[in-house]
């Protein structure tokens, strides 16, 4: 099948998107409002950006009415009116629901940590707390915000981070910074309302390597 995506409706915009674009890393995003209340929420439109500086990249898309989300208010750079910081946090099987849950669409001023149970602990360099659960935190000064569709329903906007601290539990690290998959738990999440595990896992080399070794 070939598809214009100018003649597809937003909705199927959407399912092609999330249903193509699989697996994805999903970012758990700590922020605080001007008014000090903490805001927690996922993204899946999420990855890293480059390792010199760290940085990382996620994408809140603007709410159905064209507002943008509370997180982005949040996490914007100050001459926009945010607070120009956010923490990633990690998505990991045993709190798995609580993550989903934190999408829960809340008033100003009420907490996602308080809906889900997850107990926020002070970041180290930025304001927004970090999730003390959470195997790993990258704590993020806010360098750009680049809209897609300014104002209008679903518009894009990628926030790009510089990382300025981490936190990762020592259990999860070698003494190569290697970390190890079967004590993070990452989950995935695919299309609908479909996720992933990564427990299911192999290895090969890079380039011709790859061609010549057992499959
Ligand atoms: C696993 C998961 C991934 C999500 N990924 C995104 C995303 O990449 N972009 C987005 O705009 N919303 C995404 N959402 C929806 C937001 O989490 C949801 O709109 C949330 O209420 C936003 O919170 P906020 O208004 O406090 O910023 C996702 C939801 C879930 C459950």
């Keep these: 099948m070939e598809l214009d995506p100018h003649e597809l409706a937003p909705p199927d915009r959407y399912k092609l998107m999330i249903g193509c674009i699989t697996p994805r890393p999903i970012a758990f995003v700590s922020t605080i409002a001007p008014s000090g209340t903490f805001n927690l929420a996922p993204f899946s439109f999420f990855n890293g950006a480059g390792s010199n500086p760290m940085t ?3 994408c809140p898309a603007n709410r159905p009415d064209g507002h943008e989300k509370d997180t982005l208010c949040n996490c ?3 001459d926009e009116g945010g607070t120009g910081q ?5 998505a990991v099987a045993p709190y ?11 008033d100003h001023g009420v907490s996602e ?6 107990t926020p602990a002070p970041s180290r360099v930025v304001a927004p707390p970090r999730v003390a659960e959470s195997p790993f935190a990258f704590e993020c000064e806010t360098q750009q915000v680049i809209r897609t569709n300014p104002g209008a329903p679903g518009g894009g906007n990628v926030v790009l981070g510089r990382v300025v601290h981490l936190f990762v539990r020592d259990d999860l690290l070698n003494e190569r910074m290697h ?3 079967d004590r993070l738990q990452t989950i995935g999440r695919m299309g609908g309302l479909g996720y992933c595990r990564t427990g299911d896992r192999f290895e090969m080399p890079m380039g011709r390597a790859a061609l010549d070794a057992p499959s």
């Design 96 to 106: 798995a629901a609580k993550v989903a849950g934190a999408a829960e669409p809340l």
């Design 86 to 90: 956010f923490v990633i946090n990690a």
């Design 76 to 78: 914007k750079p100050r």
């Design 179 to 181: 970390v190890d998959p």
């Design 113 to 118: 940590f308080d809906l889900v149970g997850l």
């Design 56 to 58: 990382v990249l996620f």
